[in-house]
Antibody, heavy 119, light 106 residues
Framework: QVQLVQSGAEVKKPGASVKVSCKAS????????LYWVRQAPGQGLEWVGW????????KYAQKFQDWVTMTRDTSITTAYMELRQLRSDATAVFFC????????????WGQGTLVTVSS | EIVLTQSPGTLSLSPGERATLSCRAS???????LTWYQQKPGQAPRLLIY???SRATGIPDRFSGSGSGTDFTLTISGLEPEDFAVYYC????????FGGGTKVET
């Protein structure tokens, strides 16, 4: 069965960086785009960016493009999202989600990773 | 960017009642790319409805979606205890955007 398993919660100080992983299994890793979606505490959902695991091509939402980098390692079917220069208001849960191009929807989600930014 | 506005923000109902959730778009959305998710506290969103009205695998038939253009609706025909959650609509044209969510509470 399709699974996306993310790395555990992180606590970082302002200005630090964090790298979150998303391990995919149960499907052809290179066959589906992976998105990262952010959810601030008590708030809604917003897309951060996507990676094409086949080519490594990425696209980031304008709001995040100066502080996010997405990569992947096809040998271990894992995608990564690195966030740089974390601000104190950046605390959020980040989800990886598989994108279904045919339906324009996220059909499988990781469990989420809480990134807490606090001095 | 297409903005989705969901209403009401909170819906207070009892088990067995019918829930009607609205999602309004700032411009016309392709019916093929209008999706609904359910999210419970501490969990990831779960795909419920895609393509406006198609239920995802394993979703019970008390969940139904309808609409076109700028107005879309998610209906839960008889609320079960496990249906109390937050529901989000999402559209895709050049990028995905989500509505602000409707909380269904008892």
């Amino acid at each position: 069965q399709v699974q996306l398993v993310q790395s555990g919660a992180e606590v970082k100080k302002p200005g630090a960086s964090v790298k979150v992983s998303c391990k995919a299994s149960g499907y052809t890793f290179t066959g589906y785009y992976l998105y990262w979606v952010r959810q601030a505490p008590g708030q809604g959902l917003e897309w951060v960016g996507w990676i094409n695991p086949n080519s490594g091509v990425t696209k980031y939402a304008q709001k995040f493009q100066d502080w996010v980098t997405m990569t992947r390692d096809t040998s271990i079917t894992t995608a990564y999202m690195e966030l740089r220069q974390l601000r104190s208001d950046a605390t959020a849960v980040f989800f990886c989600a598989r994108w279904d191009t045919n339906t324009g929807s996220f059909d499988y989600w990781g469990q989420g990773t809480l990134v807490t930014v606090s001095s | 960017e297409i903005v989705l506005t969901q209403s009401p923000g909170t819906l207070s109902l009892s088990p067995g009642e019918r829930a009607t959730l609205s999602c309004r778009a700032s411009q016309s959305v392709s019916s093929s790319y209008l999706t609904w998710y359910q999210q419970k506290p501490g969990q990831a969103p779960r795909l419920l409805i895609y393509g406006t009205s198609s239920r995802a695998t394993g979703i019970p038939d008390r969940f139904s979606g309808s609409g076109s253009g700028t107005d879309f609706t998610l209906t839960i025909s008889g609320l079960e205890p496990e249906d109390f959650a937050v529901y989000y609509c999402q559209q895709y044209d050049t990028s995905p955007t989500f509505g602000g969510g409707t909380k269904v509470e008892t």
